[in-house]
């Protein structure tokens, strides 16, 4: 249970909640009892199948309602529709799902049940048009999942979703058009690390498909990067993405050293600003100890033990800034001195 | 200084649970009372009073949710098969010295039909899939003993596609790090003896970030810290022994002020209606912070770690040392 308020009742009020309460858990008992004396003895008929409507609508979480919905349509309903009739029935299954999440956003069972449902899509409307319904159900799937996606931005079933139906559709969307998806979802707000990361997810598979002129686009990141550190230093969903844009070991483009060093100095300028903020201090941590490690060979002693004393200089300051993470600081010092 | 843990209080509320019959929540909760039971149990054994429920009758309870024409156990009599009431019901038994009433070998199959070719496993003959469910096959086929028939390469090769740039794990590939996502990754690489898959550095990053100034922990970046929290981000920062870079004075504030002090549970949040969901991974979280009084509760299976030494399983994991009153 989440987000339910304790609210503390006299005895009365509660008997009188358990008497109100009575009708309906009466009904539920009893629809409960038919709907599994049904599936018990293999019942795959409409009248079954409505009734586990009425029972879902009640309870969506019923798991096994769920299961025995699928295999009256699979073992009953289907068996004796044409495709028309199957793809009208699918129809107002996905509905049903809609009304659903509308009201229960973070159920799995109805998720799964929407996604069952576009699997069982026939061919047609015609031999000529054999993904003629597919494709237009996929379209709409995708404005609904945005759709939940505007009631709760960080709703990651409808993320996932959402990746489902751009994986599956039978004619795929450009994926730069996801760019411009989880950028709007960024400008609007900068915390919402589910679109930071979808973008990063993204962004790879582009780069990876050589659909997207790596070195420019990572200059376009890093600049999106940094007006959002400047909106707000405090806000970790940005320098975790930082931390993605400069990859640790994960990609080495062109001069590493002086993109490092250049990130160093524009968190610094930042750091100035704002000589508190721990994630300033924590990134330029970070990024001259990868300097270190991964350009120590050409850094001379004095280059790197300057480096290696400025690292050390802020973890001192972490421990008293960032307290509730002190003992990381000091394992950091102790642990990671790069010579 | 706040409340303590009123265990007499939730070993109350823990029993009580089975006594709502006329609540309509007891009934719209059906789907989840083989879990429910093994949350309970565990709440129990861990504040030390086993005996608080009755043994025989919980152990009717789990075989009369066996799912005979699946070979699994469902949440409730009558109720399908499905991964998740199975592994809690071999947990069950398991706690309850009990696993020779269990059809082993059926069940060990059950669970290795649902491998996907991805190498996830599905909960279900009906395919919905998740990381959760592959976690679920490791621990139940680790409890069970047949760990063997596993085929580690392509159950580890799926955990690593789901490994995202922050060290942490999502629900399915592609899918954004989440605490809980992270625990049952990371727990099942334990099992297996692969923690080398882990960005260790990386990942207890990430992890201590959860904690937010009231002491609470999230389990995404710029979220509302949870009670349930505790479990999912301690047990995975216990297992890469990195429960100190977080504080944990603040923590165990925070998820004793979520107890109810009239009714006995604990609460996604101070304020909130209790649930035994709650109450058992606020528990545990205090176990792992080293709260006295308490029984080790072992972080990979989320059970007592005496009872995961006994069967010989116990991992290389760290929590804080336990305080004395
Ligand atoms: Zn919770």
């Not at chain 2, 904690?211 to 009670?227: F, I, T």
């Amino acid at each position: 249970m989440h987000n339910v308020k304790r609210v503390r009742y006299s005895a009365e009020a509660l008997a009188a909640q358990r008497q109100r309460e009575k009708a309906r858990l009466k009904e539920f008992q009893s629809l409960t009892g038919e709907v599994l004396a049904r599936k018990q003895r293999k019942d795959h008929s409409r009248e079954a199948f409505d009734l586990t409507t009425r029972l879902l609508q009640i309870n969506p979480e019923f798991y096994t309602i769920w299961n025995y919905r699928r295999l009256v349509l699979l073992n009953g309903i289907f068996v004796e529709s044409t495709p028309t009739q199957i793809n009208d029935v699918l129809s107002d299954d996905l509905s049903l799902t809609t009304t659903l999440l509308k009201q229960h956003p973070k159920v799995y069972c109805i998720w799964t049940h929407r996604q069952w449902c576009l699997a069982q899509v026939p061919d047609g409307p015609t031999a000529s048009d054999r993904n003629g319904w597919r494709q237009a159900y996929w379209n709409k799937e995708l404005f609904v999942a945005e759709k939940m996606l505007e009631a709760d931005p960080r709703n990651f079933h409808a993320w996932t979703y959402r990746r489902y139906v751009l994986a599956q559709m039978p004619v795929k969307r450009p994926e730069t058009a996801d760019l411009a998806f989880t950028k709007r979802k960024i400008e609007s707000n900068i915390s919402n690390f589910s679109a930071w990361h979808q973008r990063s997810k993204t962004l790879t598979s582009l780069w990876d498909a050589g659909k997207l002129d790596k070195a420019r686009s990572l200059e376009e990141e890093f600049d999106l990067v940094r007006n959002a550190m400047y909106t707000d230093p405090n806000d970790q969903s940005v320098w975790i993405y930082h931390r993605w844009l400069v990859g640790p070991g994960e990609f080495v483009i062109g001069d590493d050293k002086g993109l490092l060093e250049r990130e160093v100095s524009s968190i610094q300028e930042l750091l100035d600003i704002q000589p508190d903020s721990k994630w300033c201090m924590e990134s330029i941590v970070f990024y001259k100890k990868l300097l270190l490690r991964r350009h120590g060979d050409s850094l001379g002693d004095d280059e790197r033990g300057k480096l290696n004393s400025e690292c050390e200089e802020l973890l001192g300051s972490l421990q008293s800034v960032d307290p509730d993470r002190h003992q990381r600081y000091v394992d950091l010092s102790r642990n990671h001195h790069i010579v | 200084m706040g409340p303590a843990l009123d265990i007499p209080l939730h070993v109350k509320y823990i029993q009580s649970l089975g006594e709502n019959k006329d609540d309509l929540v007891y009934h719209l909760t059906a789907h989840l009372r083989m879990n429910a039971v093994y949350w309970g149990l565990t709440a129990l054994l861990i504040m030390k009073h086993k005996d608080a429920l009755d043994r025989d009758e919980m152990i009717d309870f789990v075989m009369s949710c066996w799912d005979d024409e699946a070979g699994g156990f469902g949440a409730h009599p009558d109720h399908d098969a499905h991964i998740h009431s199975t592994l809690s019901a071999i947990q069950i038994l398991v706690m309850q010295n009990a696993l020779d009433r269990v059809d082993v070998p059926r069940v060990v199959k059950f669970i290795l039909s649902l491998q996907q070719d991805s190498g996830v496993f599905a909960g279900d003959q009906w395919g919905e899939i998740d990381t959760r469910f592959l976690y679920i096959a490791v621990n139940a086929l680790s409890l069970l003993g047949h760990l063997h028939e596993l085929d580690v390469e392509k159950t580890v090769g799926y955990i690593r596609r789901c490994r995202n740039f922050d060290g942490g794990f999502g629900a399915r590939e592609g899918a954004e790090s989440h605490a809980s996502q992270v625990f049952v990754c990371v727990a099942a690489l334990a099992i297996l003896d692969r923690l080398e898959e882990v960005d260790q550095d990386m990942l207890g990053w990430w992890l201590a970030e959860r904690q937010l100034p009231n002491g609470g922990l999230n389990g995404r970046p710029e979220k509302l810290e949870d009670v349930c929290y505790s479990f999912w981000v301690l047990s995975a920062m216990s297992i890469l022994n990195k429960v100190p870079w977080i504080n944990a004075e603040k923590l165990t504030a925070f998820i004793l002020s979520a107890q109810d002090p009239e009714q006995g549970g604990i609460a996604d949040r101070p304020g909130d209606q209790p649930d035994v969901f709650h109450t058992i991974f606020g528990v545990a979280g205090l176990s792992i912070l080293g709260y006295p009084g308490l029984d080790d509760l072992d972080p990979v299976y989320c059970m007592p770690a005496s009872v995961i030494e006994s069967l010989g399983l116990r991992k290389g994991w760290t929590a804080l040392p336990r305080r004395q009153v």
